[in-house]
């Protein structure tokens, strides 16, 4: 193929170096002759390009057994000359190898396009420029509930946060779907874990920003995944601490303190950028609901207390999961008598 | 970006400050310099005598997987930014295989594990750090990273073979070991992308993907 190459295109890809050298064959190797452009040149369809020379003398014979058949009939010879237009053999011919190269070129080159546009993800960029302080002090500040509920409360539009705090969560819940021994059946437990807590962060987000246009509040969808981000951090400590501490009644005082904090810092915020005492209502009322919900759901769903409430319902005497023997002595003796009388009576 | 490797390594001599012996100045700096058109027509003209060595052909350059490893299990030595030049994934190719190898020891046959947690951590710390950069970072940069620093994991997996990690000494080790982990390779991203005050917020999730790690090998 090389030797074939016009004389354009030679020094250009043979003496270029590690980067354009490669890029340099793909284009220029697609037609064996005509220079290496990629427009298709429709002057050289008429002399021998890309059949060989024994292609040649077949041409010829065939075209002169056209020639004999036309006294014959001609609807035979028209369907032969479709596919063999000027010697091209169709598809098979240079013609269509230059149109495909072309089709693929201009695919590759939209396709590219297509994701440097949607796939950029340079503008979340902006909302990772934090520094270690400024982390620590919005983790703390996520359990202090505002006291001013008149002036619109400040939220910081930051996604690092949030996202490190979901992670965290994904990890404690991995942690403790370990310890207990949870087995999950459709899927895997990482799967499973990160499907619950990115599911929870955007989805819920994503509802409350919806309710939020609904009531006309104040607030973006960035800001609203980072508060509920930043909620995700009373979370974490409860489970952190519940999940390798196992007292029923100690979950329930962290579900009610820490969760509670986190829950009402959110409201407060949401509640101070809200006009109105029935969009107030809702907003809130519906956060409220959804974010110690799912701290309650998160930890009877992945932990061993599960067994433990099983042991509670079915009374000491029964131990959970284990068979017992049926006695049926009355059942199989009525079984008995009323076979014999049956057959007594037929006797 | 190995382009500019490529031309530093033509300079005569790239000199890791911490390499004793004589520098080494093959072909060995751009692994995939060995494939373009240019040098393979030098080398497939000529006889088999003057073809470069296999290792060299590949990339592989032991030498350097030792100096790099060396660095991660310094961990209060200083990281040279120069390190991230050669992306070379040999290394961390051989650190994963051998924290499999050693899990399967312990009884645990979890390669697919090992290598979708690998990937998949890789690629949220690939976005994650040209989202918190100035200048990006290239996705075998950050698997070279990530995987040299998962040594101090394959000690803890096969501390696993013989003792059982789930008590409170357990516990320290493991927290230790990801300490350990998560805080040399941020040190390395730090230093090659001059995220200087940033050290922590790198660490963190470089802890996670540990954690991750250190969670197969416990249980």
Redesign the interface.
């Known amino acids: 193929l090389r030797g074939q190459r016009a004389g354009g295109a030679g020094p250009g890809a043979a003496a270029a170096g590690p980067g354009p050298g490669p890029a340099g064959a793909d284009t220029v190797s697609a037609p064996a002759q005509g220079g290496g452009s990629a427009v298709i040149d429709m002057e050289n369809m008429d002399d021998t390009s890309g059949s060989s020379f024994e292609d040649m003398g077949e041409m010829h014979q065939r075209m002169k057994e056209e020639e004999e058949e036309e006294a014959e009939g001609e609807a035979g010879a028209g369907e032969e000359e479709d596919g063999e237009f000027l010697g091209m053999k169709g598809l098979r011919g240079q013609l269509g190898r230059q149109v495909a190269d072309q089709m693929w070129q201009v695919g590759k080159r939209q396709a590219s396009r297509a994701f440097s546009l949607y796939a950029n993800i340079d503008i979340l960029r902006p909302y990772f420029d934090v520094e270690p302080v400024q982390v620590r002090a919005r983790l703390l500040e996520s359990m202090i509930p505002v006291k001013m509920i008149n002036f619109p409360q400040k939220i910081a539009g930051e996604l690092y946060g949030p996202l490190m705090l979901v992670f965290t969560l994904v990890a404690i819940l991995l942690h403790g779907m370990k310890t207990s021994d949870t087995i999950i059946r459709e899927g895997t437990l990482m799967g499973t874990a990160i499907g619950t807590c990115f599911g929870y962060w955007l989805g819920v987000s994503s509802f409350m920003y919806f309710l939020a246009y609904l009531c006309n509040a104040q607030i973006t969808m960035v800001q609203m995944l980072s508060l509920l981000g930043y909620g995700l951090f009373g979370h974490c400590i409860t489970l952190f601490v519940t999940y390798n501490i196992h007292f029923h009644s100690l979950f329930y005082i962290f579900w009610l303190v820490v969760g509670g904090l986190s829950t009402l810092r959110m409201v407060a915020v949401l509640v101070s950028r809200t006009v109105g005492h029935t969009q107030r209502l809702i907003l809130c009322g519906t956060l409220a609901a959804l974010h110690m919900l799912f701290l309650l759901y998160l930890h009877f769903a992945y932990h061993k207390v599960v067994e433990g409430i099983l042991d509670t319902l079915e009374g000491p005497n029964m131990p959970p999961f284990q068979r017992v023997a049926r006695d049926i002595p009355v059942v199989s003796n009525a079984i008995l008598n009323t076979t014999a009388k049956a057959i007594a009576l037929t006797l | 970006r190995h ?1 500019g490797g ?1 031309e530093y390594a033509q300079q005569g001599g790239f000199v890791p400050p911490d390499m004793v012996q004589q520098p080494y100045t093959g072909q060995i700096y ?1 692994p ?2 060995s494939y ?4 393979a ?1 030098s080398f497939y003209g000529s006889s088999f005598e003057d073809e470069p060595p296999l290792l060299e052909e590949l990339g592989i350059n032991f030498d350097h997987i030792w100096q790099k490893t060396l660095t991660v299990l310094h961990p209060l030595k200083v990281a040279d930014g120069s390190i991230m030049n050669e992306t070379d994934l040999a290394g961390p190719m051989v650190f994963c295989l051998a924290f499999g190898a050693t899990l399967l020891l312990a009884g645990k046959i979890q390669f697919g594990y090992v290598y979708g ?1 690998s990937a998949i951590g890789c690629l949220g710390m690939f ?2 750090l ?3 950069s100035v200048t990006g970072v290239s996705f075998g940069c950050v698997a070279s990273v990530l995987g040299y620093c998962l040594l101090p994991m394959i000690l803890l997996s096969s501390f696993a073979i013989v003792f059982s990690l789930q008590g409170m000494m357990g516990i320290i080790l493991t927290a230790g070991i990801i300490g350990w982990c998560s805080f040399s390779a941020s040190k390395i991203f730090i230093s090659a992308l001059a995220m200087e ?2 050290q ?2 790198v660490a ?2 470089c802890a ?1 993907l540990y ?2 790690f250190a ?1 197969i090998s ?2």
């Open positions: 382009y490529y751009q995939t310099q373009s058109a240019a040098s027509q947690i976005c994650l040209n989202l918190m005050g940033q922590l917020l963190y999730p996670l954690g991750v969670l416990i249980f």
